[in-house]
């Protein structure tokens, strides 16, 4: 596993969304932390923790005041990558666009990773367009391969896969970009040990379970502060 410094942080990412998405990031934030990674990648490498956590998740407000401001800028100093939860909403976020410009000149650009909930990314349709206007100009796509640095934005709704199996196969992409894994060897490692557990009868917890309590009441929570 490569880090992209050397340096200690203190949280694995900052997600940054807009109040309409709210839902969606706790619901992420929720998967990744509980989320454990296979036994056998961690004894092969120590470097891997079995843990991606704590993540830090703000619900955003527009009338915060300078010092809050200030308090989520050292927030994303201490966080090692930012998730941007991309939608058509958070596309036109003054928050979620000043988020993306800071980590920037923090010099963490390629540490930077959208997870797509609505949209689509580089339409250029207002209606459909997700991502927000800092991610296109810090990543400008161009029909000139050699002129294109677009990024690719992590899907939760791939199409021609059932819902579950999207969401889990992203959140499964996110955590292998945030580790540098590679995604096809963490989905094997993780279905190998999914069975093992199931055949010695262990009870699965569904990581992107909507059933929790604590789940519920956080989105309560939120719906109440938007």
Do not use: W
């Given at each position: 596993?490569?880090m ?6 203190q ?10 998405d709210a839902?969606?990031a706790v619901?992420l934030?929720?998967?990744i932390e509980r ?8 004894r ?24 809050m401001?200030q ?16 939608s ?12 993306i ?25 207002p ?11 810090h ?6 391969p050699l002129?294109?640095?677009s990024?690719?934005?992590?899907n ?10 999207a969401y ?18 963490l989905l094997?490692r993780?279905n190998?040990?999914?069975q093992?557990?199931s055949?010695?009868?262990v009870k ?18 939120f719906?109440?502060?938007?």
């Open positions: 596993m490569i992209p410094s050397d340096r200690t942080y949280y694995f990412a900052f997600i940054s969304f807009q109040n309409a839902r969606e619901r934030q929720h998967a989320y454990r990674l296979p036994a056998v990648l961690c092969h490498d120590r470097s891997i923790p079995r843990h991606i956590r704590p993540l830090y998740c703000y619900i955003n407000d527009m009338h915060a005041g300078e010092e401001m308090e989520l800028k050292q927030r994303m100093e201490q966080s090692r990558y930012l998730i941007v939860v991309c058509p909403h958070s596309a036109n976020s003054v928050y979620v666009n000043s988020g410009d800071y980590f920037v000149s923090l010099g963490r650009r390629d540490s930077i990773i959208p997870v797509i909930v609505e949209g689509v990314p580089y339409s250029g349709d209606a459909t367009e997700c991502f927000p206007e800092a991610l296109r100009r990543f400008p796509k161009h029909a000139d002129q294109d640095h990024i690719l934005g992590i939760i709704r791939e199409a021609g896969l059932a819902r579950r199996t889990d196969r992203a959140m499964l992409m996110v955590v292998a970009r945030m580790l540098q894994l590679d995604f096809d060897g094997s993780n190998i040990e999914s093992v557990r055949v010695s009868g699965l917890v569904r990581i992107d379970s909507m059933e929790s309590a604590d789940y519920q009441q956080e989105c309560h929570d719906g109440q502060q938007e």
